[in-house]
Structure formats: structure tokens, C-alpha cells
């Protein structure tokens, strides 16, 4: 065959022949093909920065001239097994062909106009009577193969291709081919296909029958179920199986484990009910001292002391006997089937004061009674404002008063949310109203057994003082507000922690300044008899609150200071302290 020169300027979308008379060169085909993705992952671009169109041409001819109208033409010089590669500048709609010793297609109309990105293929015929054979075009065909599997691998005569989106392209050279499509818990597909015609795409769907069925299975009781040693779940579980013999168990604490066998195949059920565990029982004897204490099994109330607890699931439970005034009992246990397991001992009294609400301890100090001498007393000053007045005698019987404000730990641990400002277990709650405060003392005392309370003001007043021992100071424990309070010049205008000035006679804490204190009593005025444990008045609407707060001058946390608000009203300098 002669040598002759190919460059390519258009790009070519449907099949077609382009025979000139009397030529010796002829365009077999020409078609867009739209699985190849060659013109966009090896790309050239023109000026303007449009992709050109590739065309491959068929048999490879790297001396065969051909001209695209006025487009460009790029040939590309990376060699290519059995075609050559033209890029071509998109628009183009006809081609001229020639060589030497061949007589020449000129100006041929392409039928349609080439676009970018695209990838064409050309095959080419050459004349008998040229001195060289005919050079047939290109024998392949295009096989689909669609495969709805994950995990699908497909074998083309012993190549290995991966679906994507469950389908796989090849391009076949025509005749026979051996494929096996394979994938886990699948019968692997074996096949065969003829490739026998380059111009239609063959589809083959692929069908895999399953190695597995979908399998649910039900225990009652919530049990665990176990397959061949693995925990699946609790109660039911469904998944997928092979076909096999499983070895199924259902287990339960306190129960004796039920076991089964079970074959999955094809023909078999998708759906089992299994056996359940069967429980295991025994007892408890529990008898601590003293009696009647509250006995609880896994946190659940039984009884009171002494008592037997019959019918216990074996295994591992918890024993806790509770009584008031005394620490809890705890103890750890484990049930045997048909055994009696005995629980013995003796309650330890609380030291005297000291409480505790689902973890949180808080310390109530005695306040033997008394008379003092209520009001505005000579060392209250100038200071001292008209309602304090007149002074007047008290006697007031023995009761207790808490050591601190109550602490945000505490209110969290009774009511379950926390209202204040500033978030701190050890900081005083505040935003509480006095109304806040009954809700408060009523689950606190239904949670302790006790019968906590606000202070009247008259107690308030003289804990405040020192009690018996007081040292007839202007504030708390002190003529020094900054030895035992915070308030409007040290407390960085906020809430500060409990127990962080100095106590007052009686060891106790910040009853000037920190926070309010809501007393028990209406608001009244004084009057100048004895008096012998005050409530205050029977009527009125406000409430009591008693001892400066952070946000005050030191004139208003002197121990003599009163004031009053609605029950209703909530402040970021207001709190309480219990009395008993």
C-alpha cells in the first residue's frame, strides 16, 4: 500500500459512507460512541478553550491526508494499537481524504455536525485494485452486562471487571467468550457468548441465585439470642443466613439457657419462634437490726425487717435496708438456684445533724434554746431602720438549723432541675420563691422522714446571733463584715460558694450576706412584750427574708436587718436555709 498522510478536523456522531466516484479510498463507518470516554480523560483544547472531538481512526494510517472543511485538525503522536487518533475541532461538518496514488474524496457532506468532548471511531475501506488487500474494519462488539449484586465480580475470559451501579461494558472482538460472574453468599454464573455483530450492543442480565435466605427469630421474655456463640439480640432479631446448620441459644440472667438447632436451606422456613430460658429461683433472709428498717431488692421496696425474699431470679442483686436516722445498709449479692442466702447486721446510727438525699450530705446544727433579746440592741448603731424596733425578749425552745444555704447539689438532688443564675453545686440556689421553698421542704421531708421547715424569724435571728454563745456582734460572728460575708464589695457581684468566710459562734455560714434567706413568718411589725417562740403574724401577704446578700451594702447583712417581698416574687438574691 502506497504511504499516505490522515489528519482529522471533525468529529463524526452517526454511521455513514462516503464513496466518491471512482476513489480507492471509502469510509466503511463512522460513528459516535458514546461508552468511550477518551475525548474528556485525554482532552485538547482549542483557543477558546473548547474540547476538541477525538476520532479514532481504523486500520491506523499515519500517511493518509484528510482535511475537515476550514476546521483544525491535531493528530495525535502517541502511537495506538490498530487506529490513529485525530482531535478536530467541534462544528465540523464535511471531510476531504487523499493520497498519493489514490484519487481523492473531496468535500464530502458529513450528514451531521461534530461536538465537543465527543469520541468517534472511523473505519476505513481501501480498493482491491491498489495493490494492497482490503484492511476490514475493526471486528468488535459492545456487551452490557447488568448485574443487581453488590460486591459482583464478572470474568471475561479470565479477566476481572467490577460492575459500577451494577453494570459492566466491555468491547469484544467478535466470536466466542467464556464468562463467570461471582459474588459471596451467590451461586457463581458460569456462560457463554458469541459476539457476532460490530454495529449492536448485546445486553446480557445476569441472574445469581442466593446461597442465603432471610431468616426472624422471635423469643419471648426479652432473651438474648446467640447463633453459633454470637450475641445478635434481644427479643428478635432478623437477618440474613447461608444455607446451614446453626446451633441457636437464648439466654437470660437468672434463667437456664435454652438451646436449639436449626437448618436453613431453600425449601426450609424464614420464620422460628425459639424456646425460651426458664427461670432459676432462690431466697434471701434478710436480718439487720434494727427492726422495721426498709428492705430493697434492685432498688425496689419489699418489706421491713426481718423478712424472707422468696422466689429471687438467681444471680447478682443488690440488698439495701434503710432506716431514718441510721446509714444505709448495702450489700451486693448473688443467688443461687434453690439456696437461701442469708443477710445479717446492724444499722449504724447517722451522727447527730448530718443527712443525706440521693447522694448529697448537708449538716443541720443544734441551737439549744433560750432568751435573747430581739431587734434593734446597741450594737446595731445608727444602722438599725424602724421596723427593728421596739426591742423586745424572746425564749425560743432547742431546734436545728441548717450549717449552710442550701446548695444548688441539694435543690438539684429534691426537685430534679436547678433555677439559679450562676450554676454551682457548692454556690447557694437562688431564683426560688418562698412558694418554691414549701415545694422543696414537702419532698425533702417524703424523701428523709423528717419534718424540715423554714426558721421563723425569731430563730433565724437568734442562730444568727450565736445562739447561747453569742458575742453580741453587728453582723454574724463578727464586727468585720469581710471576715464572714460576701456582699457589695467583695463578692465580684456575684453568688460565692458556701463555708467561704469565716462561721459565726454556732459553726454556721454566710447568714450575712450571699444570698437572702426566706424566713417562715408574715411580715408584722415588733411588739415590745415578751415573747415566748414567735410565728409571727396570722395575717398579711408578704414573707420574711432575713441577712444581706451579694448584691448589698454591709448595712443591710447586719443581724438585726428585716425585710419582706410576696411568696411569689424570685430574685438572683434570694435563697433559704432549713430549720428542724
Not at 67 to 84: A, L, Q, S
Not at 134 to 146: G, K, L, M, N, P
Not at 339 to 353: D, N
Not at 546 to 553: E, N
Request: aromatic share 8%.
Amino acid at each position: 500500500m502506497k504511504r499516505v498522510l490522515l489528519s482529522v478536523l471533525a468529529v463524526i456522531a452517526v454511521v455513514f459512507s462516503v464513496v466518491s466516484q471512482n476513489t480507492a479510498i471509502s469510509i466503511s463507518r463512522l460513528t459516535m460512541d458514546p461508552l468511550d470516554q477518551a475525548a474528556r480523560n485525554y482532552p485538547k483544547t482549542d483557543v477558546n478553550g473548547d474540547l476538541y472531538a477525538l476520532i479514532k481512526v481504523r486500520p491506523a494510517c499515519d500517511n493518509l491526508k484528510s482535511t475537515f472543511g476550514y476546521m483544525k485538525c491535531i493528530p495525535d503522536n502517541v502511537p495506538h494499537e490498530n487506529e490513529t487518533w485525530l482531535y478536530v475541532q467541534k462544528n465540523a461538518r464535511r471531510i476531504s481524504i487523499s493520497g498519493e496514488g489514490y484519487d481523492p474524496v473531496m468535500n464530502a457532506d458529513l450528514g451531521q455536525t461534530l461536538e465537543a468532548g465527543l469520541t468517534y471511531v472511523m473505519e476505513l475501506k481501501f480498493a482491491k485494485e491498489k495493490a494492497e488487500e482490503v484492511v476490514a474494519a475493526s471486528a468488535y462488539q459492545y456487551i452490557i452486562f447488568r448485574v443487581a449484586i453488590p460486591d459482583a465480580v464478572i470474568r471475561i475470559n479470565g479477566k476481572s471487571l467490577k460492575p459500577k451501579d451494577g453494570v459492566v461494558s466491555a468491547k469484544l472482538p467478535l466470536g466466542r467468550h467464556d464468562y463467570e460472574v461471582s459474588a459471596p453468599m451467590y451461586e457463581t454464573t458460569i456462560g457463554v457468548l458469541t459476539a457476532d455483530d460490530s454495529q449492536t450492543k448485546l445486553e446480557v442480565p445476569v441472574k445469581m441465585l442466593p446461597l442465603f435466605k432471610e431468616v426472624k427469630l422471635t423469643v419471648a421474655d426479652g432473651a438474648e439470642i446467640w447463633i453459633d456463640g454470637e450475641r445478635k439480640a434481644t427479643g428478635s432479631w432478623t437477618g440474613n443466613l447461608e444455607f446451614s446448620n446453626y446451633s441457636i441459644e437464648c439466654r437470660k440472667t437468672g434463667y437456664k439457657t435454652s438451646q436449639q438447632d436449626i437448618v436453613i436451606s431453600r425449601e426450609g422456613p424464614s420464620a422460628y419462634t425459639l424456646t425460651a430460658p426458664t427461670p432459676m429461683y432462690g431466697s434471701i433472709e434478710v436480718e439487720v437490726e434494727p427492726v422495721d428498717a426498709e428492705v430493697y431488692l434492685d432498688g425496689k421496696k419489699m418489706g421491713t425487717t426481718p423478712m424472707l425474699l422468696s422466689k429471687v431470679l438467681a444471680g447478682s442483686h443488690e440488698i439495701k435496708v434503710v432506716k431514718s436516722k441510721f446509714e444505709e445498709l448495702t450489700k451486693s449479692v448473688t443467688v443461687e438456684e434453690n439456696a437461701t442466702l442469708s443477710v445479717t447486721g446492724e444499722l449504724k446510727e447517722k451522727p447527730t445533724g448530718i443527712y443525706e438525699v440521693n447522694g448529697v450530705q448537708f449538716t443541720m446544727i443544734p441551737v439549744d434554746g433560750g432568751t435573747f433579746q430581739m431587734g434593734a440592741t446597741e450594737e446595731q448603731g445608727s444602722e438599725a431602720y424602724s421596723d427593728e424596733k421596739p426591742v423586745h425578749s424572746v425564749t425560743l425552745s432547742s431546734y436545728m438549723i441548717g450549717e449552710t444555704e442550701v446548695t444548688q447539689a441539694l435543690w438539684q438532688a429534691v426537685m430534679g432541675r436547678n433555677p439559679s443564675n450562676w450554676k454551682g453545686d457548692n454556690l447557694p440556689v437562688e431564683q426560688v420563691s418562698w412558694k418554691d421553698c414549701q415545694k422543696f421542704i414537702e419532698k425533702l421531708n417524703k424523701l428523709t422522714g423528717e419534718h424540715f421547715r423554714l426558721p421563723t424569724e425569731a430563730e433565724w435571728e437568734f442562730a444568727a446571733r450565736g445562739g447561747n454563745r453569742s458575742s453580741h456582734t453587728k453582723y454574724s460572728g463578727s464586727n468585720s463584715i469581710g471576715d464572714v460575708a460576701w456582699y457589695t464589695d467583695n463578692s465580684g457581684n456575684k453568688t460565692c460558694e458556701v463555708k467561704g468566710k469565716q462561721p459565726n459562734e454556732l459553726g454556721l455560714y454566710d447568714m450575712s450576706g450571699n444570698v437572702w434567706e426566706w424566713c417562715q413568718d408574715r411580715y408584722g411589725d415588733y411588739s415590745s412584750s415578751a415573747q415566748t417562740n414567735p410565728v409571727g403574724p396570722a395575717s398579711g401577704s408578704n414573707r420574711v427574708y432575713r441577712g444581706g446578700s451579694w448584691d448589698d451594702d454591709a448595712r443591710y447583712c447586719r443581724v438585726s436587718d428585716r425585710s419582706s417581698l410576696s411568696p411569689f416574687y424570685r430574685s438572683f438574691t434570694l435563697g433559704l436555709r432549713l430549720a428542724l
